[in-house]
C-alpha cells in the first residue's frame, strides 16, 4: 500500500496505490488508527480515478517531522572530524539516549521534485539521506518515506549549539515521494543510496542499509515518546549513515536522488 498526496487546483488530494481517495480523507485520520486497523481502513477507501503526477509532499501541513542524530557510525566519524568538540559525539553515539530534534512543520517541508536549499551564511552544506518512520499516535510504525536532512556542517560544526541553525531553515526538509505503509521489522535492512548530480555528471555516490542503525527504529520512537504527544501522528528521521567527503559542498543546481529500497526523492538545489 503506497499513499501519496497530490496537487489539483481545488486542493490538495491523497492517493492510494494511484487511486484518489475520497476528499474527506487525510492522513491525520489514518494515524490516528492503532496500527492493526490501518491496512483494513485503507481497503474500506473507495478508490477514484487516476492520480495527476503533480506530487507534494506526503504530510499534512500541522504534522512535526522530528530528526535523530549520530545512529551511524559514519554520522559520528563525520561530526567529529567537523567540530573542535571532538568527544560530544562519541558520547551522544554510546549514550542511552540518543540525539532527538525538531527538524520541520508539514508546511514548511518540500517533496518529490521541488527545491531544496543551502544557506547563504554557509560555505558547507550536504544532503544526508535519511529512512523517515512514518509514526501513529500511539507511537507505532506504520510505514515510511524518504527523508532528506539539508544541514550546514559548517555551522553546526562551529559550535554543537548552533544545530537549529544548522538544520532548520526555508527548504532544508525533504520527504516523499509517498509513504509505503509497513511495520517496523520490513524497515530494519533495507538499502539506501545517495546520488548527486551536477550538470550531467554524478560527482557522488554512497550507500548504506538500515541495518547499520546503532539503535533500533523502537528505541528511536520511544525516546521521542517519552514526554511528548502526537495526536496526528509524526514523521521521524532515522539518521544518516552516508556523508560526503570533507571537500564536497552542495552547489546550486545540483539534483540529490536518494533512493531508499523500491523509492525514490529527487530534488534539485534551488
Not at 517533496?111 to 544532503?127: C, F, L, Q
Not at 555516490?205 to 520512537?221: A, F, H, P
Amino acid at each position: 500500500m503506497y499513499l501519496t498526496k497530490h496537487d489539483y487546483p481545488e486542493s490538495s488530494r491523497w492517493a492510494l496505490d494511484g487511486k484518489l481517495l475520497p476528499v474527506s480523507f487525510n492522513l491525520k485520520l489514518l494515524l490516528e488508527l492503532p496500527l492493526d486497523s490501518i491496512p483494513n481502513f485503507l481497503k474500506s477507501m473507495p478508490a477514484g480515478e487516476n492520480a495527476n503526477d503533480k506530487l507534494l509532499a506526503p504530510i499534512e501541513s500541522y504534522q512535526e517531522v522530528w530528526a535523530c542524530g549520530v545512529t551511524y557510525a559514519r554520522s559520528r566519524d563525520a561530526r567529529e572530524v567537523e567540530t573542535a568538540v571532538k568527544d560530544i559525539y562519541q558520547k551522544v553515539y554510546e549514550a542511552e539516549r540518543p540525539e532527538l530534534f525538531f527538524k520541520a512543520i508539514g508546511w514548511r517541508t518540500v517533496g518529490h521534485k521541488a527545491s531544496i536549499r543551502i544557506r547563504k551564511d554557509s560555505k558547507w552544506n550536504v544532503p544526508e539521506p535519511e529512512m523517515t518512520m512514518v509514526v501513529n499516535r500511539f507511537g507505532e510504525i506504520a510505514g515510511y518515506c524518504v527523508g532528506n536532512d539539508v544541514s550546514s556542517r559548517d555551522i553546526e560544526g562551529e559550535n554543537p549549539l548552533y544545530l537549529p541553525q544548522a538544520k532548520c531553515y526555508n527548504g532544508s526538509c525533504a520527504i516523499g515521494p509517498g509513504i509505503l505503509i509497513s511495520n517496523a521489522d520490513d524497515l530494519r535492512d533495507i538499502p539506501i543510496v545517495l546520488e548527486i548530480i551536477r550538470g550531467n555528471k554524478k560527482i557522488f555516490e554512497g550507500n548504506t542499509r538500515t541495518s547499520q542503525l546503532k539503535r533500533s527504529l523502537e528505541e528511536l520512537v520511544n525516546f521521542l515518546f517519552r514526554e511528548l504527544i502526537f495526536p496526528n501522528g509524526v514523521f521521524v528521521m532515522t539518521g544518516t549513515g552516508i556523508v560526503p567527503p570533507g571537500t564536497f559542498t552542495l552547489h546550486k543546481g545540483d539534483l540529490v536522488r536518494i533512493k531508499i529500497d523500491t523509492i525514490t526523492l529527487e530534488n534539485i538545489v534551488g
